[in-house]
């Protein structure tokens, strides 16, 4: 009798088992379904169209820069634009970053690329759900972003090359600081600087190195790159802080005979080049860059057809301009 008592409760245990088991598959499938029509249903604007701007490092002055041109434009056109980074260079930061604004399913994403392997597929996903993103500062050509806003990075290495060549005299060997090694648009300064240096044999690089967008950094590479090259008379720099940390190691070494050339107009630099310790640095456009990037984005949006590519002006400034004041 008890045997049998045990065999009923044990079938009804199944039976309850098995109601739960199949009740949480159809519960799931019709999550999975509810999900994917959230995520590939068509997009329209609303009257408040929310874009994140994903700045490389968050309290960088080049990339307040963009960013009070990219609120200026938003301000202007009726949109709600969120700006947002990493605290320091981290593309692991910037990718999760990237991550959570299309999980948001946001409106637009304007965002720079360190790492065509990190940010190429994910700017493709939200391509593929209807989130549209421009690439700015940094290109990612492979991917499918609508547009890219900023400096056409080769002719800006070429600009920083002609600088030099016009203004050092003599046979020079030449030490070279980059941002960092994996992003687009320090290889092709690097590129573009070195094509323009390889034209005129008086000259020669003789060490490349990166900062990964440091100013300690830029100091420590530009003393190990001195004490190694000690023939080493001119020292440039490819992103904001490198020119101000090769400053550094140079009154740390009292090499004062290093003539040293710079990227971007943050004070430090420019102050520099009134002092006479930095000859020139290449200057880009960034609250340009900011306010183009949201307004195409915003035609886009308004179903306009937009360039591919929107390159902003570079120019160079020495002791004889610095005085006109710098950008934005």
Request: neutral net charge.
């Amino acid at each position: 009798m008890a045997q049998k008592k045990w065999t009923i409760i044990l079938i009804v245990l199944f039976v309850l088992f098995l109601y739960v088991f199949f009740y949480f598959i159809i519960v799931t499938q019709q999550l999975e379904r509810t999900v994917a029509r959230l995520q590939y249903q068509p997009k329209h604007m609303s009257q408040y169209p929310h874009i994140v701007l994903i700045s490389q490092v968050f309290d960088n002055p080049y990339w307040r820069k963009i960013e009070n041109g990219a609120k200026e434009a938003a301000k202007q056109y009726n949109i709600n634009i969120e700006y947002t980074g990493p605290l320091q260079t981290s593309i692991d930061e910037q990718v999760k970053l990237l991550e959570k604004a299309i999980a948001s399913r946001v409106d637009g994403i304007i965002v720079q690329n360190l790492k065509d392997e990190a940010f190429t597929p994910l700017i493709d996903k939200a391509i593929s759900r209807n989130i549209p993103v421009i690439t700015i500062d940094a290109d990612a050509p492979k991917s499918r972003r609508i547009a890219y806003v900023g400096t056409n990075n080769f002719e800006a290495g070429q600009l920083l090359g002609k600088a030099v060549v016009s203004r050092v005299d003599g046979e020079r060997a030449i030490g070279v600081i980059i941002g960092t090694d994996t992003s687009e648009n320090q290889r092709l300064r690097l590129q573009g600087f070195l094509s323009v240096i390889a034209e005129h044999p008086r000259l020669q690089v003789v060490s490349v190195t990166s900062s990964n967008i440091s100013r300690i950094q830029a100091s420590i590479q530009a003393e190990q790159m001195l004490r190694k090259h000690p023939n080493i008379s001119v020292m440039v720099g490819t992103s904001a802080l490198d020119a101000i940390g090769i400053r550094m190691a140079v009154k740390n070494l009292h090499r004062e005979n290093i003539q040293i050339f710079g990227f971007d107009d943050v004070e430090e630099t420019m102050e520099a080049i009134k002092e006479g310790d930095i000859v020139a640095t290449v200057v880009q456009k960034p609250y340009d860059m900011g306010y183009s990037a949201v307004k195409l984005m915003v035609d886009h949006l308004s179903g306009k057809q937009i360039d591919k590519e929107h390159f902003t002006a570079i120019e160079v400034i020495d002791r004889q301009n610095v005085q006109q004041g710098r950008n934005k």
